[in-house]
């Protein structure tokens, strides 16, 4: 079993930043790759950002290109979403997902885990 937790939610206002993590645990793969994904209120969770094993592959939403970087320290066994220019449409539930295949997807029905989520909210 591999368990994530997600961490560094908060407020903050638009035009500001935060630094998601994404601690993964349990039984590894020999190599996985990880995604964000994020749900509004009312809305269906969408795809944000994805991230291969290496690192040397990534994928972002069109939404947040340019303003977002997916990151990973496989030495700690974590993955990061740096948010910059933060907008108030970024208000979501934000979750991480693994699956044990080196490639990432946009795609959460081949995400086999996923994390708790961590509220992100933008004030206007």
């Known amino acids: 079993q591999v368990q994530l937790v997600e961490s560094g939610g908060g407020l903050v206002q638009a035009g500001g930043s935060l630094r998601l993590s994404c601690a993964v645990s349990?039984?590894?793969?020999?190599?996985?790759?990880v995604g964000w994904f994020r749900q509004a209120p009312g809305k269906e969770r969408e795809f944000v950002a994805a991230?291969?094993?290496?690192?040397?592959?990534?994928a972002y939403a069109d939404s947040v290109k340019g303003r977002f970087t997916i990151s990973r320290d496989n030495t700690k066994a974590t993955v990061y979403l740096q948010m910059d220019s933060l907008k108030p449409e970024d208000t979501a539930v934000y979750y991480c997902a693994a699956r044990g295949t080196y490639i990432p997807s946009l795609y959460e029905d081949n995400y086999r885990y996923w994390g708790q989520g961590t509220q992100v909210t933008v004030s206007s």
């Open positions: 991230i291969s094993w290496s690192g040397g592959s990534t």
């Open positions: 349990g039984r590894t793969f020999s190599g996985y790759a």
